[in-house]
């Protein structure tokens, strides 16, 4: 039971880590292209 807790929480740190990850490039990109065209 304990190893199953233990093994749910790393794959949610994990799938946590690659949102934000995802949501850092993606919010660049939107940041980037709008700034650019603001400018």
């Known amino acids: 039971m304990v190893g199953i807790l ?4 790393l794959i ?4 946590a ?3 934000v990850v995802i ?3 993606v919010l660049s ?6 700034g650019g065209t603001a400018k």
Do not use: E, S
């Not at 233990?6 to 929480?9: G, L, P, S, V």
């Not at 949610?12 to 799938?15: E, M, N, R, S, W």
């Open 29 to 34: 990109k939107i940041f980037v292209f709008t």
């Open 12 to 15: 949610a740190k994990i799938i």
């Open 23 to 25: 949501a850092n490039y």
């Open 17 to 19: 880590n690659v949102l």
């Open 6 to 9: 233990q093994t749910n929480n």
